[in-house]
Antibody, heavy 118, light 110 residues
Framework: QLQLQESGPGLVKPSETLSLTCTVSGGSISSSSYYWGWIRQPPGKGLEWIGSIYYSGFTYYKPSLKSRVTISVDTSKNQFSLRLISVTAADTAVYYC??????????WGQGTLVTVSS | QTVVTQEPSFSVSPGGTVTLTCGLSSGSVSTDHHPSWYQQTPGQAPRTLIYSTNTRSSGVPDRFSGSVLGNKAALTITGAQADDESDYYCVLYMGSGLGVFGGGTKLTVL
């Protein structure tokens, strides 16, 4: 059964870089059938799509975050990662990693809370 | 920037039928946007209900159905139950492997 597990620091200081990794088990990140993505949800607010990556390395970012976001994939480790620079309190959120395709909907990780605070 | 619109809140009586919608600030929603729907209860990760406009995810009761109605995507709950009280989000794909979430609808069953 497919499992997606987010990992990374739960606390990041303002102006620093948020880094998260999603480890995929029960499926191959090299599958041409799916995209892999990051979605976040600030406390008490709605869901926000951050960006996506295809196994080939093609990336797609939300325009308003594009200058600060990098998503990368490591096929040898069956992982993909999120890097968000120059964070502020507004980046405090539960971060979900996900697998999706147009024809399958979103398969969600359990999510991890990242707090930006000094 | 594309804005996906949803009703902020909706109320339905137990056993009743409700239709939540998902639109675009500019333009019409079509099946080419591959609309999908997600249910979220507090403290939990979202659950996939519907994808590709009208395909129910595994294990989703058939009281949930998806469609395109007019210029919007729609999620219809027929015979609402108390545990349907949740937040509901739609996603539209704008091409290029990037989705956009609607703002979510808080559904109350009372």
């Amino acid at each position: 059964q497919l499992q997606l597990q987010e990992s990374g620091p739960g606390l990041v200081k303002p102006s620093e870089t948020l880094s998260l990794t999603c480890t995929v088990s029960g499926g191959s990140i090299s599958s041409s059938s799916y995209y892999w993505g990051w979605i976040r949800q600030p406390p008490g607010k709605g869901l926000e799509w951050i960006g996506s990556i295809y196994y080939s390395g093609f990336t797609y970012y939300k325009p308003s975050l594009k200058s600060r976001v990098t998503i990368s994939v490591d096929t040898s480790k069956n992982q993909f990662s999120l890097r968000l620079i120059s964070v502020t309190a507004a980046d405090t959120a539960v971060y979900y990693c996900a697998r999706f395709s147009y024809g399958s909907g979103i398969y969600w990780g359990q999510g991890t809370l990242v707090t930006v605070s000094s | 920037q594309t804005v996906v619109t949803q009703e902020p809140s909706f109320s339905v009586s137990p056993g009743g039928t409700v239709t939540l919608t998902c639109g675009l600030s500019s333009g019409s929603v079509s099946t080419d946007h591959h609309p999908s729907w997600y249910q979220q209860t507090p403290g939990q990760a979202p659950r996939t209900l519907i994808y590709s406009t009208n395909t129910r995810s595994s294990g989703v009761p058939d009281r949930f159905s998806g469609s395109v109605l007019g210029n919007k995507a729609a999620l219809t709950i027929t015979g609402a139950q108390a545990d349907d009280e949740s937040d509901y989000y739609c996603v539209l794909y704008m091409g290029s492997g990037l989705g956009v979430f609607g703002g979510g609808t808080k559904l109350t069953v009372l």
